[in-house]
Every structure is written in structure tokens, then in C-alpha cells.
């Protein structure tokens, strides 16, 4: 025997989706009784009615059937008044029917949205996200060795990448330095300045996430992302270098597992088609709390 505990939490919606249903096919008999019922006049066949009182008047009982003469006085020209046509009263009545019936269809239809949603998802399941986690709060400030950034036809453009990172739970921010040489050679130098290098501009860029990609740990960091550099001259505010420069780092500590307290990093940067190592003099740290 089915109690009420038997019925599932889904069954609602179909249950009142059924009762709208039933209001409605009344609703629709009605209207279709109203609208077949017989004319006035009309016999059950459908066929007229004959009318025997002209004969009765012409030949009553007792007469031997010759029309009766008709009577001394003013003729009636105008025409009986007709009876009253009881079909505009029906045609209301079957117009609000119509329009109960166009409520109850509107009814329907918000039922059945009502239970194909109830029943696509269950409700004792929690909803959940497909958002990656945040990366673990981490810290890297990391120097690289010279990349070509281009070529010419008399030398190449080379620059000095430095990176410092900083991550927790709601996300990740990078920023870029990148002080550029141009050089009379096909390389980059390890000291610009000492391999006869003019000095350049320093672009600048600064990225987070979603736009930048990190993975950070104990193991260490793994960071992708597009840089669009700007520059500055004269302390002149930045302006737009038109290069965006496509960077990918990975990183460790030295000793293989990174601590909440900044230790000696080493790791590898592409730009460019270029990979290059970490360097000095500058900083080479990271760090991973938690």
C-alpha cells in the first residue's frame, strides 16, 4: 500500500499538470454543447417543422375544406415580430469559453516547464562548479638570461626578463619588466652593457588570471600568458609598445620542495622560440605557504 511517503518529491508538478488538463477538456465540452445545440424550430432530425395551423385556419373541423373568405377590415401588411435569436447570447457564452480555454492551454504549459525542471535535476544533489581552484598562495620574484626579441638586418634586439609573481585564493597576478639592448651581433649577450650594447627601452606588462595561467605548489610554479608591453620615457605616462609577448615559466626551488619562507629558486623562461635559464645578479626566490 502507498503512503504518502511513496511518492517522489518530482511527482508534483505531474500531478498538477494532470488537474489543469482535466479543467480544460470540461472546459472544451462545454463550448462544443453550446455550439452543436439545435436551432429553434428545429426537430431532432435536424429537419423543419410543418406548421398545420394555415390548414387548420383554412378548413377547421366541421367545414367541407374550401378556404374561409377573409375578413371585413384593414389588412395586416407589416410582419409578426420576430422572436428574439438567442444565438448572440450563445456566441458570448462560447467566446468566454474560449478564452478560459486559452488559460487553461497558458496553464499547461508553465506546468510542463515547471516539471521538466524539477525532473532534469535532483534536488538532494548540490550544485556544482566547473571553475578550476585558485592556485595555493604562493610568492616568485625571478631574473632570466637574454632573449632575442628581434632581428635585423645588422644585429638583434635582446631583453633581460623579470618576473615577480604573486598568488592566493582569489587568484594570480604577474608582472613584467623587460629592459631591452640592441646589439651589433646575432646573440644575446650575458652583460649587454659590457658586450658594447646601446641600451633601450624598458617595456613593462602586468597580467592576472584569468588571462594568466598558474599553477603553483610545493613542487614549484607553472605560469603561461600573453604580455602587451607599454614604455615610458622622461617619466612621460606609458604608452603602448604594440608587441605582446607569449611567456611561459616554470620554476622550483633549488633544494626541489618550496616553503612559506622565500628560498632560492631556479627555472627556465620561453618568449620568443627562445628558452633562456634563470640568472643573476638578480633575485631567484619563491616561496609556498600552506
Given at each position: 500500500m502507498l503512503t504518502s511517503m511513496d511518492i517522489p518529491v518530482t511527482a508534483g508538478p505531474w500531478l498538477t499538470l494532470g488537474a489543469v488538463l482535466g479543467i480544460l477538456l470540461a472546459l472544451g465540452g462545454a463550448a462544443a454543447v453550446l455550439l452543436l445545440r439545435r436551432r429553434p424550430g428545429g426537430t431532432a432530425g435536424g429537419g423543419p417543422v410543418e406548421d398545420d395551423l394555415a390548414a387548420f385556419l383554412e378548413s377547421p373541423p366541421g367545414t367541407d375544406g374550401a378556404p374561409l373568405r377573409p375578413a371585413a377590415g384593414w389588412a395586416v401588411l407589416a410582419p409578426p415580430p420576430p422572436a428574439p435569436d438567442p444565438a448572440p447570447e450563445r456566441h458570448r457564452t462560447a467566446r468566454a469559453l474560449a478564452a478560459m480555454a486559452a488559460a487553461g492551454l497558458v496553464l499547461v504549459g508553465g506546468a510542463a516547464a515547471v516539471a521538466a525542471v524539477r525532473s532534469g535535476a535532483d534536488p538532494a544533489e548540490p550544485a556544482t562548479s566547473a571553475a578550476p581552484a585558485a592556485p595555493a598562495a604562493l610568492a616568485a620574484e625571478l631574473t632570466f638570461a637574454g632573449v632575442v626579441l628581434e632581428r635585423h638586418a645588422v644585429g638583434v634586439t635582446v631583453g633581460y626578463p623579470r618576473l615577480r609573481v604573486t598568488g592566493g585564493d582569489g587568484g594570480a597576478v604577474a608582472g613584467l619588466e623587460l629592459p631591452t639592448f640592441n646589439c651589433l651581433r646575432d646573440d644575446a649577450p650575458e652583460d649587454p652593457l659590457a658586450a658594447g650594447c646601446t641600451a633601450s627601452v624598458v617595456e613593462r606588462a602586468e597580467l592576472s588570471t584569468p588571462r594568466l595561467r598558474v599553477r603553483g605548489d610545493a613542487d614549484g610554479l607553472h605560469l603561461t600568458g600573453e604580455f602587451a608591453t607599454t614604455r615610458s620615457r622622461s617619466g612621460a605616462d606609458p604608452v603602448p609598445t604594440g608587441r605582446v609577448h607569449a611567456i611561459t615559466v616554470r620554476a622550483a626551488a633549488?633544494?626541489?620542495r618550496a616553503g612559506p619562507e622565500p628560498e632560492p629558486a631556479v627555472g627556465?623562461?620561453?618568449?620568443?622560440?627562445?628558452r633562456v635559464p634563470t640568472a643573476g645578479p638578480g633575485?631567484?626566490?619563491i616561496s609556498v605557504a600552506g
Open positions: 633549488a633544494d626541489g627556465e623562461l620561453e618568449l620568443g622560440g627562445g633575485p631567484n626566490e
